[in-house]
């Protein structure tokens, strides 16, 4: 099956600039997550979509960061303006809670690596 | 509240070494666990998954304990291989609250030729 598609790979922007980066899951998986990966740390969620309703954003900084998912498939986060602490690399994850049982882990995206300067 | 530690922080082996990575977690009521291998400037590719109600997982030389009772899991890599270097993350997924998974911050491992 293809994996997580994530775009761009790579993005360097001024502060207080806006980005927005794009994520389509893994065909039929219902629910969708945004992660952001500070160097030397374990990936932090910001959003969780259950098809296109938001589960968990409780982590995500509302005044700056955006996310949304159109018809419970692709899915955009947004920063806007960026700060310098943005700097990271975003991961975009699907999973489906149904099916099989091997089918309840997770499967990544290669992320797109956010320089803020 | 859910925490992920794992230990050590870096690892550095001679080729050809048997290895063993520990996670552990401070909440034993999870649904899943699982564990992650992530190359430098690349996403996360998923090794091995072990639900709650299984004691390990292998695949290849790899095998993944769970040890629900006692917070803790190892992932044991055998005969290292300089293609092992990467950084290893576990990862427990919460039985509720639409299944939230909390990360570790992973052990980096360099396997020397």
Redesign the interface.
Known sequence: EAG?A?SPRYKIIEKRQSVAFWCNPISGHA?L?WYQQIL??????LI?F?NNGV??DSQLPKDRFSAERLKGVDSTLKIQPAKLEDSA?Y?C?S?S?SGH??N????????T?LTVV | KQE?TQIPAALSVPEGENLVLNCSFTDSAI??L?W?RQDP??????LL?I?SSQREQTSGRLNASLDKSSGRSTLYIAASQPGDSATY?C?V?LPN?????I????TRLFVKA
Request: proline share 2%.
């Open positions: 997580v994530q629910t997550y030397g740390q374990g990936p932090k969620l969780q259950q589960v968990d690399v991961l994850a999973s809670l049982r091997t309840y882990g997770y499967t990544f995206g290669s992320g690596r | 992920v649904y899943n699982q992650f400037g690349k996403g996360l590719t998923s998954l639900q993350l990862a997924r609250g639409g299944f939230k998974t990360f570790g911050a992973g």
